[in-house]
């Protein structure tokens, strides 16, 4: 169920703001507490024992101080804002819960996911391209919250960054496997790179290039940059009818980041040890009257910063972000050892958009990744076990 709506993006959220301020339900973090209800009490009813999966204990510490933050604040939260707020911490353990569940659950079965990542990663592409070719003016959107796009693949995700980001990483999965593809398999990579090109995002762009680069350096196979190429020839000969977001020179969403930054700046020098709360960070906007009075509800920018690191650091302060630096860390380490040709390219990507969205803590790049390790230390856990099932070629296409 899962992964049939995870496509699916943004197009489902019911927004509840009008019985409290920033409250929405994605019913994709519906399906996700559902997969987690039937593996805790598959768990419980087999007397199984919960045996923590890799990460998790340095997931808790993070959300152990993210807890404290908030409830440190709670006098001087509204008792709405409180609750709005400890929803975000209750997403962050459904995550934390999430991976753990999904460990167990590609231990039990024996499962790769690398096929079906590619296909999310597809499915998005295809939404996305038709998206863009049937209603390429999407500033309506404006007032709704969103930013206005015009002639860009906003995709499923309502934003081309996001929607980039997922087709980045869903591409370094095909790049995975392109030596062993066939025709139809090259097609894919092509269209991936194709939508990817039609996002006419910068950072997206980036992030791409720089996953390929250190794949291609860690495989010593430099032909494979010759995809940014491609990408090139395709963002250059793509239409560009009009508007500032085609325009690949514009200068107004650098400014408007570097305004967000210096905000978050403000709110973390006021709050430097344990931030304003997990994540209470839309309050302290408003309070900060650094959103308007009339759209500080709505606006789906206005509970976070455009750099992930500076939301940790303004929510739950230095304490916070050591944990969460801590956690990264460990991540990287394990992929360069353990999975150099897709979880680290992969996490290479997610940290490079990080310092330009709030990705790391975006539900679906969120999902992409700690499915991703789970799939790694699964492969590996069970190729170690049983050499025969999955065996060193198998191993190496991490």
């Known amino acids: ?38 593996w805790f009490f598959r768990k419980l009813k087999l007397k199984e024992n919960f045996k923590p999966a890799l990460f998790v204990k340095e997931m808790a510490i993070f959300g152990l101080i993210a807890f404290l933050s908030l409830f440190l604040k709670i006098g001087q939260l509204k008792a709405s804002e409180f609750i709005v707020s400890f929803f975000y911490l209750v997403r962050y353990f459904e995550f934390v819960f999430f991976y753990w569940s999904a460990t167990d659950f590609l231990i ?27 209603f390429p003016d999407m500033r309506l959107l404006l007032n709704l919250g ?120 403000t709110i973390i020098k006021k709050n430097f040890w344990l931030g304003v709360g997990f994540n209470a960070y839309r309050f302290a906007q408003r309070d900060h009257s650094f959103l308007s009075p009339k759209d500080w509800q709505n606006s789906n920018a206005g509970a976070g910063t455009d750099d992930s690191f500076l939301f940790v650091l303004a929510t739950t302060g230095i304490f916070g972000l050591s944990a969460f630096l801590w956690l990264w860390i460990k991540i990287m380490t394990y992929a360069a050892a353990k999975s150099p040709f897709l979880l680290l390219p992969s996490g290479i990507v997610i940290l490079t958009s990080s310092f330009f969205v709030n990705c790391l803590f975006y539900p679906w790049v969120v999902f992409w990744l700690w499915l991703l390790v789970a799939e790694v230390t699964v492969q590996k856990k069970l190729s170690s076990q049983a050499g025969s099932d999955f065996g060193p070629d198998q191993c190496k296409q991490s």
């Open 1 to 38: 169920m899962i992964l049939i709506i995870y496509p699916f993006g943004q197009l489902f959220r019911l927004s509840l703001t009008s019985v409290l301020p920033g409250l929405r339900i994605q019913p994709f973090e519906v399906a996700i507490f559902v997969f987690i209800a039937f």
């Open 146 to 265: 969103w930013d206005e796009h015009y002639f860009r693949a906003i995709g499923p995700f309502l934003d081309p960054a996001f929607t980039g980001i997922v087709l980045c990483l869903a591409f370094l999965v095909w790049l995975n496997n392109l030596e062993k593809g066939n025709f139809l398999f090259l097609v894919e990579g092509i269209f991936l790179l194709l939508v990817i090109g039609l996002t006419f995002s910068r950072l997206t762009y980036l992030a791409l290039f720089l996953g390929v680069s250190y794949f291609s350096l860690a495989k010593k196979k430099f032909q494979f940059l010759s995809l940014v190429f491609l990408l090139l020839a395709i963002v250059l000969v793509a239409p560009k009818p009009g508007g500032e977001g085609v325009n690949l020179l514009r200068t107004n969403s650098l400014d408007a980041k570097l305004k967000n930054y210096g905000q978050a700046l």
């Open 108 to 134: 039990a079965q024996k499962l790769s996911l690398k096929k079906y990542l590619l296909l999310l990663g597809l499915a998005v592409a295809i939404l996305s391209l038709e998206q863009y070719l049937v």
